[in-house]
């Protein structure tokens, strides 16, 4: 087992980290350039937005398939043969003449992007002594956060460069298609992986098995539905700030999502966080948080709306980070497949955001899109806190290492 500290420690934790910018950069890197698909190929703002939501439906279809074929070929091999698949679509997304075409080739796109998010829970799990995975799971969920920011920050200047949104694509394939070999020398080979022979009807047995689980079902709610209202707000002021008075040009609209960085501080601290206040309690914290960070947005100026999605990136990361650690908690068996169904309901969220604000947008724009918003974080606060007194009353929650 891989100690914390250790050379290993540190190679495998940067490897994974590495491997995850490079999901989340290609992942998230059509998220300003939604102003200029939608004038490029003439469609509405919903219908851009749709360049993202596919990716990320993608991403959702393609976790469950990739953790069965990373139990059965190992998971170091699913996570880079994914990587390299996503990398090699990338560049061909500039020669699309159509949106569908460029929505088909996103939605395969996030497909291969699932192998390592899928798979690098199970990983830490099977290489990571228990200390050593706590710390770990910890950075390289920063480590999601800090891919988020720069596929979008990347994007945008790239595509302000020269005012085209192809720029974007062709830069990212090229920075990737660069970062891979490192991620692969840097990656260690498996030592605990054991192959897991596929048995009839198993994975239908662990989705059951979890989705009749109340303390996990609670936590997936609570990462789909959060996400699904934090990531859409972005969609939506991306086109605000493009239009006047604003007229913001996409390298801005990219320096906007700067804004994910006090995530990563927040990721990063979860796990004491957790540690000292029990995971609900967090979950609860970072919530609150995140409405208060949706009321700055009512205020209307940039400085307002700044300092409103730097509020709203911390308490959603520490939410999301805090429920990650509560599904490991009380998990016993099918690991992997009970990280899949958080993020399929993480990623299912990002996807139907857009739909579910659209209305509260068109009727009311910023203050009808935070009345949405606050819906949908009154219901996920009073999940956190029926988990806590769930967990109460069956057993002392365990400490984080245990699983």
Not at 263 to 280: C, E, P, W, Y
Request: hydrophobic share 55%.
């Amino acid at each position: 087992m891989i100690d914390s500290g250790s050379r290993l420690w540190w190679r495998a934790t940067l490897a994974l980290c590495l491997g995850s910018i490079l999901v989340f950069l290609n992942l998230y890197q059509a998220h300003p350039l939604l102003p200029l698909l939608a004038e490029a190929f003439s469609v509405s703002s919903l219908r851009a937005a749709a360049a993202l939501s596919a990716c990320t439906a993608g991403l959702a279809v393609g976790l469950l398939p990739a953790a069965s074929l990373a139990d059965q070929v190992g998971r170091r091999q699913v996570m880079l043969g994914a990587l390299l698949g996503a990398i090699a679509i990338s560049p061909l997304i500039p020669l699309c003449r159509s949106f569908d075409a460029l929505l088909a080739l996103r939605f395969v796109q996030g497909i291969f992007l699932a192998g390592l998010p899928a798979t690098a829970i199970a990983y830490m799990g099977e290489e990571f002594s228990k200390k050593a995975m706590v710390s770990a799971v910890g950075i390289y969920i920063a480590a999601n956060s800090l891919g988020g920011i720069a596929g979008r920050v990347v994007a945008g200047l790239l595509a302000g460069w020269q005012g085209e949104w192809q720029d974007a694509f062709w830069g990212i394939a090229l920075v990737s298609a660069l970062l891979l070999p490192v991620v692969a020398w840097l990656l260690p080979a498996q030592q605990g992986f054991v192959v897991s022979e596929p048995r009839r009807g198993e994975l239908f047995r662990a989705l059951a098995m979890h989705l009749k689980e109340p303390l996990l079902v609670g936590a997936y709610l609570i990462g789909g539905l959060n996400f699904m209202v934090f990531l859409n707000q972005y969609s939506y002021l991306t086109f605000l700030l493009s239009q006047a008075p604003f007229s913001l040009p996409a390298q801005w609209l990219g320096l906007l999502f700067l804004t994910y960085l006090p995530g990563t501080l927040a990721s990063s601290l979860s796990g004491r966080v957790s540690q000292r206040v029990g995971s609900a309690q967090a979950m609860t914290c970072g919530i609150v948080i995140m409405m208060a960070g949706a009321l700055l947005l009512l205020l209307g100026s940039i400085s307002a709306m700044l300092g409103g999605l730097l509020i709203s990136s911390f308490g959603f990361f520490l939410t999301h980070a805090s429920a990650s650690h509560w599904v490991g908690q009380h998990v016993q068996r099918h690991r992997a497949v009970a990280s899949s169904l958080y993020l399929i309901a993480y990623y299912l969220g990002a996807s139907l955001g857009g739909i579910y604000l659209h209305p509260f947008w068109e009727a009311a724009q910023v203050p009808g899109m935070v009345g949405g918003m606050l819906l949908v974080l009154a219901l996920t606060a009073a999940i956190s806190v029926w988990l806590g007194k769930r967990k109460a009353q069956t057993r002392p929650e365990p400490g984080l290492c245990q699983r």
